[in-house]
C-alpha cells in the first residue's frame, strides 16, 4: 500500500528529490561563487537562497538535468548582479584611513586580502561576475560565456578591462591572473 502512494505521488516526490540532491551538490560552490563575486558573506548567503529559490520554482523548464550546474549558475550570477547594482546605488564609505589606523597583520596577507576585496568592489558587476567565474571557478572563457549568455570576446573584452583595473588599483600586489 505505501508503494502505491509514493508510485501514485512519483512525479512529485521525484521531482523534489532530484532538485535537492542537485542542489546539495552544488551548494557549497555557488556559495563560494557568491561570495567571490559579492565580496559578502551575509550576501553571499542570501543571494544564494534566493537563487535556489528561483531555480526551485523554474525546475520544470530544466530538461536536461545534467546542465543543473551550468543552468543554476546562470540563475546564481543573474542574482547576484541585481545584488551588486541594488548595492552600487546605495551610498558607500571608504573605511580605508581607520581599516589602516587599526595595524597592520606582520605578514601582510590580511591587508593584502583586503585590498583585493576593496579593489574587486569597485569593479562594475559585469567586470565582477567574469573575474569570479575565470579565477574562482577556474571556468575557461567559452564556459564563461555559455554561462552568462554573451560572447567570447565580450568576455575577454571584460576580463581584460577588470583585471587592468585591478593591476592599476592594486600596484605591486598580487592580482587574480597575474601569472596567468
Not at 586580502?113 to 568592489?121: E, G, N, T
Not at 570576446?153 to 593591476?167: E, F, I, K, M, P
Amino acid at each position: 500500500m505505501v508503494g502505491e502512494k509514493v508510485v501514485a505521488v512519483d512525479g512529485r516526490l521525484g521531482r523534489a528529490a532530484a532538485f535537492t540532491r542537485l542542489a546539495d551538490d552544488h551548494l557549497d560552490a555557488a556559495y563560494r561563487l557568491a561570495h567571490a563575486i559579492l565580496g559578502n558573506r551575509a550576501e553571499a548567503e542570501d543571494a544564494t537562497h534566493d537563487a535556489l529559490v528561483q531555480a526551485w520554482r523554474r525546475w520544470g523548464q530544466l530538461h536536461d538535468h545534467t546542465r543543473f550546474e551550468h543552468w543554476f549558475d546562470r540563475i546564481l550570477v543573474n542574482t547576484c548582479r541585481s545584488r551588486l547594482r541594488q548595492t552600487n546605488r546605495r551610498l558607500t564609505r571608504d573605511l580605508s584611513p581607520e581599516l589602516a589606523a587599526s595595524g597592520r597583520d606582520p605578514t601582510g596577507q590580511i591587508d593584502d586580502r583586503d585590498q583585493m576585496r576593496a579593489a574587486l568592489a569597485q569593479l562594475s558587476p559585469d567586470h565582477r561576475v567574469v573575474v569570479a567565474l575565470r579565477f574562482y571557478r577556474d571556468l575557461p572563457i567559452s564556459e564563461i560565456a555559455r554561462r552568462i549568455g554573451v560572447p567570447e570576446g565580450t568576455v575577454n573584452s571584460r576580463l581584460h578591462y577588470a583585471l587592468r583595473h585591478l593591476r592599476e588599483t592594486l600596484g605591486d600586489l598580487e592580482y587574480p591572473g597575474a601569472d596567468r
